[in-house]
T-cell receptor, first 111, second 117 residues
Framework: DQQVKQNSPSLSVQEGRISILNCDYT??????FLWYKKYPAEGPTFLIS?????DKNEDGRFTVFLNKSAKHLSLHIVPSQPGDSAVYFC??????????FGAGTQVVVTP | DAGVIQSPRHEVTEMGQEVTLRCKPI?????LFWYRQTMMRGLELLIY????????DSGMPEDRFSAKMPNASFSTLKIQPSEPRDSAVYFC???????????????FGAGSRLTVL
């Protein structure tokens, strides 16, 4: 049972524009949400997180928005750069340690 | 620190053979996780350990899969017998507990790509 869903398997965006990645979840008990980034032949690396008590968290070019009523979160990358081309995973946790991941979204930033 | 180290990076085997994947977590990390990545399901948690003790193995697909952590610096994931549907990338990750969820993020290894023919 997939409790974290990323319905867009891929996203293509021009360099300098905004990338918006979406994630939906079904478990209202999730209390932390994270985004991971993965390059080919490497393991995922942590990007940014947000607590369920907040609705926005910003770190440089990356901003995560949380809409608890809609059980939806999104990651905004502004401006997009070629090095942002990667697979992005959304993840959520109820209790410490058990992160549940979505299927991932492949982002391609074109010149 | 060298990060989380996994071996082998690539494994090709025939159906029915035993497969053993290995992981060395980051020194000082007291949580260790095994994940499997497939196109259809993304990253699935198979099992995780805290202080070498298995805490939750509900994600282990079936009895053909087993995981051990004999000490704080080593873990194995074994598949016996292997089947073609086990083909995937298997990731090991570790973290340091003691803080709020989300603050103690996982550090992943580079993964072991398994192909079962």
């Amino acid at each position: 049972d997939q409790q974290v869903k990323q319905n867009s398997p891929s996203l293509s965006v021009q360099e300098g524009r905004i990338s918006i990645l979406n994630c939906d979840y079904t478990n209202s008990m999730f209390d932390y949400f994270l985004w991971y980034k993965k390059y080919p032949a490497e393991g995922p690396t942590f990007l940014i997180s947000i607590s369920s008590i907040k609705d926005k968290n910003e770190d440089g070019r990356f901003t995560v928005f949380l809409n608890k009523s809609a059980k939806h979160l999104s990651l905004h990358i502004v401006p997009s750069q070629p090095g942002d081309s990667a697979v992005y995973f959304c993840a959520a946790t109820v209790s410490w340690g058990k992160l549940q991941f979505g299927a991932g979204t492949q982002v391609v930033v074109t010149p | 620190d060298a990060g989380v180290i996994q071996s082998p990076r690539h494994e090709v085997t025939e159906m029915g053979q035993e497969v053993t994947l290995r992981c060395k977590p980051i020194s000082g990390h007291d949580y260790l996780f095994w994940y499997r990545q497939t196109m259809m399901r993304g990253l699935e948690l198979l099992i995780y350990f805290n202080n070498n003790v298995p805490i939750d193995d509900s994600g282990m697909p079936e009895d053909r899969f087993s995981a051990k952590m004999p000490n704080a610096s080593f873990s194995t994931l074994k598949i016996q017998p292997s089947e073609p549907r086990d083909s995937a990338v298997y990731f090991c990750a570790s973290s340091r507990g003691g803080g709020p969820p989300g603050a103690n993020v996982l550090t992943f290894g580079a993964g072991s790509r398994l192909t079962v023919l």
